[in-house]
């Protein structure tokens, strides 16, 4: 997971100091040593580092600390705040035009993820701002590219404009400007040249592009696995260009986050999306203070939340609810629940949304196999209905049938048999337990 190092270092600090009832200048500063290290050791620029401690010290020692009750989760309270303020503080929003289409010009390093991300900024416009982007394909230089877009087109189901390999980035973006006018389109995706190094011609390039498309924005798409060079390059970009926002790609990775903590500082640039893996619908709008409230392990149960509404279907999760309670839920009930949350995410990233999780026993190390997760489904689905409506008709001869038919193993169907019952053991536990005051969700 992105910024796990960062996270585990900075909840210890943080346990340290909780519970304070009383914080001296003292304390403040050996904290502020801690939270110093786990910055720079997360790759997270020098000077921006050097900038955010002095802001958090000043306010640590500060009256709105001393004063306050509970000192401790006080000075947690403003590491929370200056870290959003360090990454945008408010979410930044995507442009529209008041006179359609919205251009958009997608500009990035080969191998950033550009092209992709042009896909998935498309599927995003549609689904969740029920647009009608047009893609073009302006990069004329990689043989493959106009091709990968096509491909990606086709998937998504969208039209992709081009003009082949043989016609200017500039022609190409003032034709498909008058095509979009003509056929609708409100937004416009301008997928323009990667290079490997930043050069003189790609930025001539650009800005010739950006002269003729006028576009409402421009969004650098950078690798945060690259650490400090996605800053540089940020940069220049910036300098030459003027980008309005950074779509920091592979956040899913285990990059130490540094690019994702100092972009904003060094460029003033906002990160406006976040990608989160190589499927079409991994993009994620960028919020500063959710970011800051997984990496200091308070979870992000708004993006959870989004999630499941997204995801799980509301009509099925009632009944669930209602089979749990009255302990007539089945293997099948299993699957479904199985198929919704997988929906959701690769199972790991869900479980670092929830608060406390990296402090949780057990849950800190889960290594989700999502090849065992197969199995798991592979082996519901070689049982017979009444099987799984009444697992315990599964005896041994039955136990072998569904391991063969499934490629898995008896063990592997003890397993899980034996699994299914302890959760409904625990469902039972939690509906009794649910019967009486419901408790409050508690944040650690
Ligand atoms: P371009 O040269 O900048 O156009 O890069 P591509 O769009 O071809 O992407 C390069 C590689 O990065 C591809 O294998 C993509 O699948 C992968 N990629 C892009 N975005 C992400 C992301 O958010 N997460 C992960 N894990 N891979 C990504």
Do not use: C, W
Not at 94 to 103: C, E, F, H, N, Y
């Amino acid at each position: 997971m992105a910024f796990e190092g960062l996270a585990n270092r900075l909840q210890n600090t943080m346990a340290k100091i909780r519970g304070k009832g009383k914080v001296s200048e003292a304390d403040v500063k050996e904290m502020m040593r801690e939270v110093r290290l786990a910055l720079l050791e997360a790759d997270v620029n020098y000077k921006v580092v050097k900038d955010f401690i002095k802001k958090v010290s000043e306010r640590a020692v500060g009256q709105e600390v001393m004063k306050s009750l509970t000192p401790g989760q006080q000075v947690i309270k403003v590491v929370k705040e200056e870290l959003t303020e360090l990454m945008g503080g408010e979410q930044s929003k995507i442009a529209v035009s008041k006179r359609p289409p919205t251009v958009i010009l997608m500009a990035g390093l080969q191998g950033a993820g550009k092209t992709t991300t042009t896909g998935k900024l498309a599927n995003y416009l549609r689904k969740k701002h029920n647009r009608n982007p047009l893609l073009v394909a302006a990069d004329i230089y990689r043989p493959a590219a106009i091709k990968q877009l096509e491909t990606l087109g086709k998937q998504l189901g969208m039209p992709v404009f081009s003009l082949g390999d043989k016609v200017s980035p500039v022609e190409i973006a003032k034709q498909a400007l008058e095509y979009a006018k003509n056929e609708h389109h409100d937004y416009v995706l301008i997928d323009t040249a990667g290079r490997l190094h930043i050069d003189e011609n790609l930025m001539d390039e650009l800005k010739q592009v950006k002269e003729a498309a006028n576009p409402d924005e421009i969004f650098l798409v950078v690798d945060a696995m690259t650490g400090q060079d996605a800053v540089n390059v940020a940069k220049s970009f910036h300098d030459e260009l003027g980008i309005t926002g950074v779509i920091l790609t592979k956040l899913d990775g285990d990059t130490r986050g540094g690019a994702a903590l100092s972009i904003r500082a060094a460029t003033g640039a906002p990160i406006k999306f976040a990608g989160m893996g190589e499927k079409l619908d991994a993009l994620e709008p960028f919020h500063p203070e959710r970011m800051a409230s997984r990496i200091l392990g308070m979870g992000d149960v708004l993006t959870l939340i989004e999630k499941a509404q997204e995801n799980v279907d509301q009509e099925k999760a009632k009944q669930l609810e209602e089979k749990m309670r009255t302990m007539s839920f089945t293997f099948d009930d299993f699957l479904e629940q199985l198929e919704q949350v997988r929906n959701m995410g690769p199972l790991d990233e869900l479980i670092s949304m929830l608060p406390g999780a990296g402090k949780m026993k057990g849950l800190k190390n889960i290594q989700v196999d999502e090849k065992q997760l197969s199995h798991v489904e592979a082996i519901i689905r070689s049982m017979t209905k009444e099987e799984k409506e009444k697992p315990e008709i599964i005896n041994a001869s039955r136990r072998k049938r569904i391991a063969k038919g499934s490629g898995t193993s008896v063990q592997e169907v003890n397993r899980l048999l034996k699994q299914f019952e302890e959760m409904k053991k625990m469902m039972k536990q939690m509906t009794s337990m649910t019967k009486g005051k419901r408790k409050g969700f508690k944040f650690p």
